[in-house]
Nanobody
Framework: QVQLVESGGGLVQAGASLRLFCVAS????????MGWFRQAPGKEREFVVG????????RYADSVKGRFTISRDNAKNTMYLQMNSLKPEDTAVYYC???????????????????WGQGTQVTVSS
């Protein structure tokens, strides 16, 4: 069973950048499709971006396309989320998620993921 720990969140001004990290332990990282989700106060958890276990397939939510970049390093058991041109509406708790898969799939729906981190807060001021 994999454990996930996010880090890298913080308070920034609009237009700034942040890089989030998700470090996995206790499992074979390359067996997991990974994803980033976020949840703002009073709102449902929403999909941000997903990456297949090989990194060859990626899907972004339209709201972050062109601004956010996901990547993973299977040798370091780490997934990254580079967030540029941040907007106040990006403010949320960001969660990384993992799901064992044999194929090169990306999962968009949160209920497809069995493993979650504790979240890291991202706050973007205007």
């Amino acid at each position: 069973q994999v454990q996930l720990v996010e880090s890298g969140g913080g308070l920034v001004q609009a237009g700034a950048s942040l890089r989030l990290f998700c470090v996995a332990s206790g499992g074979t990282f390359s067996s997991y499709a990974m994803g980033w989700f976020r949840q703002a106060p009073g709102k449902e958890r929403e999909f941000v971006v997903g990456i297949s276990r090989t990194g060859d397939t990626i899907r972004y939510a339209d709201s972050v396309k062109g601004r956010f970049t996901i990547s993973r390093d299977n040798a370091k058991n780490t997934m990254y989320l580079q967030m540029n041109s941040l907007k106040p509406e990006d403010t949320a708790v960001y969660y990384c998620a993992a799901q064992v898969t044999r194929g090169d799939y990306v999962y968009v729906f949160f209920n497809r993921y069995n493993y979650w981190g504790q979240g890291t807060q991202v706050t973007v001021s205007s």
